[in-house]
């Protein structure tokens, strides 16, 4: 089974101030992981995504995510924050075992930049 | 660049009520998907769709539910007899092969009253 965790609903940071929204997961294989912004009213956009390499993966406007498979996580992070990144972001996880190709969402994380 | 859409933005029906929510995927995708997002909780998967089947569907995904690509271009989302619950908004997403990422489309919010 596959689960991923998002433990803040809300992340509040200072504009330039480096970001981070927490995500962590469970899967019984190796795991293929995404984050999602979403907007309001609009869909989720793809932000980035580790598949395998690199445990460093860079992304759109800015952001990157770590893989670390000893804590079982895939953190979202950005060196430093802009008000237009104030969005609902969500973490997905697919397990690349048990045949299902389906990713599992996590609750999301509302992200607050301030002025 | 290319993107998914779906029509339309905003569906208020009655309950018992049949609807239809319509998505244009990307057009070299190959997979599709429903996905339901219930205000202020996760998005949670529905359906897949690839080469015209069913290939998964989550517990959400009753007799009540159904798909169809009748045309290679549309991929719709049914709903027979609306539910209060089934108010949510409805996101399409699409995908050209396995282990890429999904694009969503921006969602239709289903009302029902």
């Known amino acids: 089974a596959q689960s991923v965790a998002q433990p803040e609903d809300q992340v509040n940071v200072a504009e330039g101030n480096p970001l981070t929204v927490k995500c962590t997961y469970s899967?019984?294989?190796?795991?293929?992981l995404f984050w999602y912004v979403q907007y309001p009213n609009r869909g989720l956009q793809f932000l980035l995504k580790?598949?395998?390499?690199?445990?460093l993966v860079k992304g759109s406007y800015g952001f990157e995510a770590e893989f670390n498979k000893s804590q079982t996580s895939f953190h979202l992070k950005k060196p430093s924050a802009l008000v237009s990144d104030s969005a609902l972001y969500f973490c997905?996880?697919?397990?690349?075992?048990?045949?299902?190709?389906?990713?599992?969402f996590g609750r999301g994380t509302s992200l607050i930049v301030h002025p | 660049e290319p993107e998914v859409t779906q029509t339309p933005s905003h569906q208020v029906t009655q309950m018992g009520q049949e609807v239809i929510l319509r998505c244009v995927p990307i057009?070299?995708?190959?997979?599709f998907y429903w996905y339901r997002q219930i205000l202020g909780q996760k998005v949670e998967f529905l359906v897949s769709?690839?080469?015209?089947?069913?290939?998964?569907k989550s517990e959400i995904f009753d007799d009540q539910f159904s798909v169809e690509r009748p045309d290679g271009s549309n991929f719709t989302l049914k709903i027979r007899s609306t539910k209060l619950e089934d108010s949510a908004m409805y996101f399409c997403?699409?995908?050209?092969?396995?282990?890429?990422?999904?694009?969503f489309g921006p969602g239709t919010r289903l009302t029902v009253l």
């Open positions: 057009s070299n995708h190959l997979y």
């Open positions: 899967v019984s294989g190796n795991p293929y």
């Open positions: 769709f690839y080469n015209n089947e069913i290939s998964e």
């Open positions: 997403a699409s995908r050209v092969s396995m282990g890429n990422e999904q694009f």
């Open positions: 580790y598949i395998t390499g690199d445990n």
């Open positions: 997905a996880v697919r397990d690349t075992t048990g045949g299902s190709y389906i990713p599992t």
